[in-house]
């Protein structure tokens, strides 16, 4: 298969101002994989989306020759596994990948929560500053990660966790700019800063990133308490 | 091939079901380990615990020459990757290994919350619709086992032997027992499982399991005793 043919039997199912739907499509980019991005209207979901995510109802699915595949971090795994001549996005060694997957579920299921609670202030007031602590932690941790030498999580090369964390580029920077002030802040956290300059020099990254104008109003329209007449509407 | 013991080591406890995974794993690839308990019911937790998983502070955890490896089920891919001369526990094919670590992630999404959901409902009718909730997983489940391998016939979602998915679901066995026990509901059916049902049987009798979960009745004392009060009490001071 020559790497400018869309597979035939390639599609990704999104929702592209969703983080999850770009892991996936920043993956197929940097391997030079071509597909096809079917865009998911989430207020109304297409009988092949619920067809084939039955369980979850949720994008992004892969479907890959009349395979379905839901889940963002299991559909990378599965790209690297099954695109095996492109380079690999997760280490070679057995303990760097448990590393790298426990890291992946650590931004998914601590970091972005902790995060959104404390940016959006989805908490009582008296709890707030108890949560930007907390938050500021996660962050400091997974900075503690990246270190200070390495370009990427994954070393020189961007990787499978770089991928995971595309969060903090695409998407925190709206929730900020929506909020009114900053958690993740130069100053404090420098070699995240510097590590989200190194992808931001990538046009794979770039090229993957959400449209600030919608992720914006996304952002606003959930500060309100999500406010019928500010509701986004997403092309 | 076993290595030496201070090599291994798996921070785990018997009612936990995902340290089960973890034992059940190491078993299968003749791995010699040394077993330190946490004590789940007082709730304090060792320094190494603490030391080697910062983040989450919860069993199980592995350390291998040292190194801290975290969550059950990453725990057990690492296991398996370098443990690679021993029986596979992933499948080979990509679509088949990531179809089983889709299947097992959503046991550890739902099946923990159904079963709160069923000890914290109030009244016969709330019981019955979260028992409904579990079911519904468990008829996913068989769905998904005919799916795999076992639909031609063989006993496992594994094939012939136990694989990862054998493993992310039958490690909850115990405690799915006990749910039966305390509610007087059946969980597994011939009408709804049929599959399952012989499942659970091949599971439960396989050599690198059947030491491993853990008696029904001790494991329902504990479930009366501690994790059905923390469960209540948490879901009370959740409410206010």
Same mark, same amino acid.
């Given at each position: 298969?020559?790497?400018?043919?869309?597979?035939?039997?390639?599609?990704?199912?999104?929702?592209?101002?969703?983080?999850?739907?770009?892991?996936?499509?920043?993956?197929?980019?940097?391997?030079?994989?071509?597909?096809?991005?079917?865009?998911?209207?989430?207020? /109304?979901?297409?009988?092949?989306?619920?067809?084939?995510?039955?369980?979850?109802?949720?994008?992004?699915?892969?479907?890959?020759?009349? /395979?379905?595949?839901?889940?963002?971090? &299991?559909?990378?795994?599965? &790209?690297?596994?099954?695109?095996?001549?492109?380079?690999?996005?997760?280490?070679?060694?057995?303990?760097?990948?448990?590393?790298?997957?426990?890291?992946? /579920?650590? &931004?998914?299921?601590?970091?972005?929560?902790?995060?959104?609670?404390?940016?959006?202030? %989805?908490? %009582?007031?008296?709890?707030?500053?108890?949560?930007?602590? %907390?938050?500021?932690?996660?962050?400091?941790? &997974?900075?503690?990660?990246?270190? %200070?030498?390495?370009?990427?999580?994954?070393?020189?090369?961007?990787?499978?966790?770089?991928?995971?964390?595309?969060?903090?580029?695409?998407?925190?920077?709206?929730?900020?700019?929506?909020?009114?002030?900053?958690?993740?802040?130069?100053?404090?956290?420098?070699?995240?800063?510097?590590?989200?300059?190194?992808?931001?020099?990538?046009?794979?990254?770039?090229?993957?990133?959400?449209?600030?104008?919608?992720?914006?109003?996304?952002?606003?329209?959930?500060?309100?308490?999500?406010?019928?007449?500010?509701?986004?509407?997403?092309? | 091939?076993?290595?030496?013991?201070?090599?291994?080591? $798996?921070?785990?406890?018997? @009612?936990? @079901?995902?340290?089960?995974?973890?034992?059940?794993? $190491?078993?299968?690839?003749?791995?010699?380990?040394?077993? !330190?308990? +946490?004590?789940?019911?007082?709730?304090?937790?060792?320094?190494?615990?603490?030391?080697?998983?910062?983040?989450?502070?919860? =069993?199980?955890?592995?350390?291998?020459?040292?190194?801290? =490896?975290?969550?059950? #089920?990453?725990?057990? !891919?690492?296991?398996?990757?370098?443990?690679?001369?021993? @029986?596979?526990?992933?499948?080979?094919?990509?679509?088949?290994?990531?179809?089983?670590?889709?299947?097992?992630?959503?046991?550890?999404?739902?099946?923990?919350?159904?079963?709160?959901?069923?000890?914290?409902?109030?009244?016969? +009718?709330?019981?019955?619709?979260?028992?409904?909730?579990?079911?519904?997983?468990?008829?996913?489940?068989?769905?998904?086992?005919?799916?795999?391998?076992?639909?031609?016939?063989?006993?496992?979602?594994?094939?012939? +032997?136990?694989?990862?998915?054998? =493993?992310?679901?039958?490690?909850?066995?115990?405690?799915?027992?006990?749910?039966?026990?305390?509610?007087?509901?059946?969980?597994?059916?011939?009408?709804?499982?049929?599959? #399952?049902?012989?499942?659970?049987?091949?599971?439960?009798?396989?050599?690198?399991?059947?030491?491993?979960?853990?008696?029904?009745?001790?494991?329902?004392?504990?479930? !009366?005793?501690?994790?059905?009060?923390? =469960?209540?009490?948490?879901?009370?001071?959740?409410?206010?």
């Amino acid at each position: 298969m020559g790497e400018n043919e869309i597979d035939e039997g390639l599609k990704v199912y999104g929702f592209s101002i969703s983080p999850f739907t770009r892991k996936v499509e920043m993956t197929l980019n940097l391997k030079g994989i071509k597909y096809e991005h079917i865009e998911e209207d989430l207020n /109304n979901k297409s009988s092949d989306l619920l067809r084939y995510n039955p369980v979850h109802k949720a994008t992004p699915v892969l479907l890959h020759n009349g /395979n379905p595949l839901p889940e963002s971090l &299991i559909i990378m795994e599965y &790209i690297d596994d099954t695109w095996t001549d492109a380079d690999p996005i997760m280490p070679p060694d057995p303990y760097d990948r448990a590393m790298v997957r426990f890291w992946a /579920n650590f &931004i998914d299921t601590k970091l972005v929560p902790a995060i959104k609670v404390a940016v959006l202030r %989805e908490c %009582e007031e008296e709890e707030h500053e108890k949560k930007i602590e %907390e938050a500021k932690h996660w962050v400091k941790t &997974i900075e503690n990660v990246l270190g %200070e030498k390495k370009k990427f999580f994954g070393g020189e090369k961007i990787g499978y966790l770089d991928i995971a964390a595309i969060w903090l580029i695409g998407w925190v920077p709206a929730m900020q700019e929506a909020a009114g002030w900053e958690l993740i802040s130069k100053e404090k956290f420098p070699f995240l800063s510097a590590w989200t300059q190194e992808m931001l020099s990538h046009q794979v990254v770039r090229d993957n990133l959400p449209h600030r104008d919608p992720l914006h109003a996304y952002y606003v329209w959930r500060l309100s308490g999500f406010k019928p007449e500010l509701t986004p509407v997403f092309k | 091939m076993g290595k030496g013991k201070g090599d291994v080591k $798996l921070l785990g406890a018997w @009612p936990s @079901p995902y340290a089960v995974r973890v034992n059940i794993a $190491l078993n299968l690839k003749s791995v010699d380990y040394e077993f !330190q308990t +946490e004590n789940l019911a007082t709730g304090s937790k060792s320094e190494l615990l603490i030391k080697s998983n910062p983040v989450h502070k919860k =069993i199980p955890v592995l350390l291998h020459g040292g190194k801290p =490896i975290c969550e059950s #089920l990453i725990i057990v !891919q690492y296991i398996d990757e370098v443990w690679s001369d021993g @029986p596979s526990i992933l499948p080979s094919d990509p679509y088949d290994r990531a179809v089983a670590r889709f299947w097992a992630a959503y046991v550890d999404d739902k099946f923990y919350t159904a079963v709160k959901g069923i000890v914290v409902a109030d009244g016969e +009718e709330a019981k019955a619709a979260a028992v409904k909730v579990l079911k519904d997983g468990l008829v996913l489940l068989e769905e998904a086992f005919l799916k795999s391998s076992a639909g031609e016939g063989k006993p496992f979602f594994g094939g012939d +032997e136990i694989g990862y998915l054998d =493993i992310a679901l039958g490690s909850l066995l115990g405690w799915l027992r006990v749910t039966e026990k305390s509610f007087n509901v059946k969980l597994f059916e011939e009408a709804t499982t049929p599959r #399952l049902v012989s499942w659970v049987d091949s599971f439960c009798k396989h050599p690198a399991v059947k030491d491993e979960l853990p008696e029904t009745d001790k494991l329902f004392e504990y479930a !009366q005793k501690v994790v059905y009060p923390r =469960i209540k009490a948490f879901a009370a001071a959740a409410a206010k």
